[in-house]
């Protein structure tokens, strides 16, 4: 601890001064770090769920973890979808319609050779480009015919699931 005093002699007010200024400066450069963390982001995508097949969707069905997460986050629910979920997966991780995405004419199985467009930027990647780490977890669904569609090389770190569609399910995989 300096006492002023000893050095008010030789710097007169002006060593007050510089303490207020420091102190303001050290003030201001933590509140710039701590509104520069950037938010957790969950995002989940519930494939074959109506509307209101959700606790707090004052639904019949009991879904307590997903009504905490509700209750505590924020619930997007105006993306439009399709009736099958290779064109809504395209359209949620691009932020364009499914048209615009090549995955207008519903999912493709095993034996086809396209995907999601190369040319496409996933919401994976705009994450991973601003410092956030990005994991999938599920059903891919969106190419897998070559290394190049697969989730960690669309800017997921990690991924867990199938890249299939409906032929597998989460007991048998």
Same mark, same amino acid.
């Given at each position: ?14 060593? /007050? ?6 102190? #303001?400066?050290?003030?201001?450069? =933590? ?8 938010? /957790?982001?969950?995002? +989940?995508? #519930?494939?074959?769920? *109506?509307? &209101?097949? =959700?606790?707090? !969707?004052?639904?019949?069905? #009991?879904?307590? /973890?997903?009504?905490?997460? %509700?209750?505590?986050?924020? +619930? ?7 009736? +099958? $979920?290779?064109?809504?997966? %395209?359209?949620?991780?691009?932020? !364009? ?9 519903? /999912?493709?199985? %095993?034996? @086809? ?10 919401? %994976?990647?705009?994450?991973? !480009? ?6 999938? +977890?599920?059903?891919?669904? #969106? *190419?897998?015919?070559?290394? &190049?569609?697969?989730? =960690? ?9 199938? @890249?299939?569609? $409906? ?7």
């Amino acid at each position: 601890q300096l006492d002023p005093d000893r050095f008010a002699w030789y710097f007169g007010d002006t060593f /007050n001064q510089m303490k207020g200024v420091c102190s #303001l400066w050290l003030l201001l450069m =933590v509140s710039m770090a701590t509104a520069l963390t950037p938010p /957790n982001i969950i995002y +989940i995508l #519930l494939d074959d769920w *109506g509307y &209101q097949d =959700v606790g707090f !969707r004052d639904s019949n069905i #009991l879904t307590p /973890n997903m009504d905490k997460l %509700a209750r505590e986050g924020v +619930i997007l629910q105006n993306h439009y979808v399709t009736p +099958i $979920c290779g064109p809504t997966r %395209a359209s949620l991780l691009t932020g !364009r319609y499914p048209i615009r995405t090549g995955y207008w004419n519903g /999912n493709h199985g %095993a034996a @086809v050779q396209w995907g999601l467009p190369l040319d496409e930027t996933t919401m %994976a990647e705009m994450l991973s !480009r601003q410092g956030y780490s990005t994991h999938a +977890i599920g059903k891919w669904h #969106l *190419g897998f015919h070559t290394e &190049q569609y697969l989730p =960690v090389r669309r800017g997921f770190d990690t991924f867990l699931g199938f @890249v299939s569609s $409906c032929d597998q399910d989460h007991f048998q995989h």
